[in-house]
């Protein structure tokens, strides 16, 4: 199994970035995506599930987030508006074999490598 996140990169705030991540070996019953800052705990910012493709955001980004799947390519989304500074981090995709909206990062099996996002002010 592997998840590779790409779409990272240097912004101004305001501006808008589309994260990819690749997965391949399996499907996942959920599929989300986590941030960390440094010197700060890794924590949720989204995640989709099922086969409806139900989805959940943290308040941090409810609103100017939006996390999606392509089934067919195993590929999530998240696109990401207004970018704020508060919002750079290492942005984490992960995958759950079960389906459900968890939040926690210890419920979730695999995770990629991560994609740095810096937003400037």
């Known amino acids: 199994v592997q998840l590779q996140a790409s779409g990272g990169g240097l912004v101004q705030a305001g501006g808008s970035l589309r994260l990819l991540c690749a997965a391949s070996g399996r499907t996942f019953g959920t599929m989300g995506w986590f941030r960390q800052a440094p010197g700060k705990e890794r924590e949720f910012v989204s995640a989709?599930?099922?086969?409806?493709?139900?989805?959940y955001y943290a308040i941090s980004g409810k609103g100017r987030f939006t996390i999606s799947k392509d089934n067919l390519r195993n590929t999530l989304y998240l696109q990401m508006t207004s970018l704020r500074p508060e919002d750079t981090a290492v942005y984490y995709c992960a995958a759950r074999r079960n389906e459900g909206l968890a939040t926690d990062v210890r419920l979730y099996d695999y995770w990629g490598q991560g994609t740095l996002v810096t937003v400037s002010s």
């Open positions: 989709i599930s099922g086969p409806l493709g139900s989805t």
